[in-house]
């Protein structure tokens, strides 16, 4: 019998797959090596960043004198410009999906908005921001990427594009253990080498990876363990994996 139910969930269909974490975690970079290895395995998949626009609106603000977005429209404007635009975003994703029958990997997923909002201390917007994103369905699997503040601050000067305060990071990580849909994250330890936390994804999704090498069965995933269960997740398919820029 358990071996007929494996059989069952192993040709499940993965729809989608969540990344989600600080800045700096590295959410982007396994997002797209997890698309990668969806389609090398005959799952098609999708990438798809789901961004809220704040590295667009920071851009703006620098171009007219502000130092950042949040000086530029205010917390709350902040928040409602990236709550809907990360809505719009996560909506053509799974549109798409639903359209051409590939799986969507999402980098950053409605918890983002969730903890970005307690970040900011603006706790009176979570409400209605859930009202909004509880028309999607939750991803088959989320993995939560930890990353230490320092390191990820570090990642961040390293790239040079934008910028973000050890302040910000240390209260965004805060604010994503404290989310009442915590125990229900993988949580993976994302400070080590790319590869390595790569494997430790994949090696989540083993039942529907069985041609993966690299996965095996994997040791638990680093960091807090989560109290809730931790969901496997199927797909299906043979076409490259199709990068997707959403609008920021």
């Not at 009176?124 to 990820?152: N, Q």
């Not at 994302?190 to 494997?199: H, L």
């Not at 363990?225 to 959403?246: C, E, K, L, N, T």
Request: aromatic content about 6%; charged content about 25%.
């Amino acid at each position: 019998m358990a071996s007929s139910l494996r059989t069952r969930r192993g040709r499940a269909r993965l729809r989608t797959v969540a990344l989600i974490g600080i800045d700096g975690s590295g959410k982007t970079t396994q997002a797209h090596r997890l698309a990668q290895a969806l389609t090398a395995a005959g799952r098609p998949a999708t990438y798809h960043r789901n961004a809220g626009g704040r590295r667009w609106l920071g851009r703006i603000a620098q171009r007219v004198g502000r130092p950042d977005a949040q000086r530029l429209v205010g917390r709350d404007g902040l928040l409602v410009v990236e709550s809907v635009l990360r809505w719009l975003a996560i909506a053509l994703a799974l549109l798409s999906c639903l359209v051409t029958g590939r799986t969507a990997v999402m980098d950053r997923w409605s918890a983002c908005q969730y903890a970005s909002i307690r970040a900011h201390g603006g706790q009176r917007w979570e409400r209605l921001a859930r009202a909004g994103y509880r028309i999607f369905p939750a991803p088959r699997v989320t993995f939560l990427l930890t990353a230490d503040p320092a390191e990820a601050y570090r990642r961040i000067e390293r790239r040079g594009t934008d910028h973000e305060t050890m302040e910000w990071l240390t209260a965004a990580a805060a604010a994503y253990r404290e989310l009442p849909e915590y125990g229900s994250f993988v949580v993976v330890d994302g400070n080590g080498p790319p590869e390595e936390v790569a494997r430790r994804i994949r090696a989540h999704l083993s039942e529907w990876l069985p041609d993966d090498p690299s996965a095996g069965p994997g040791p638990a995933p680093a960091g807090p363990a989560p109290a809730g269960p931790r969901r496997p997740v199927g797909g299906a398919g043979r076409d490259g994996p199709v990068p997707v820029q959403a609008r920021p």
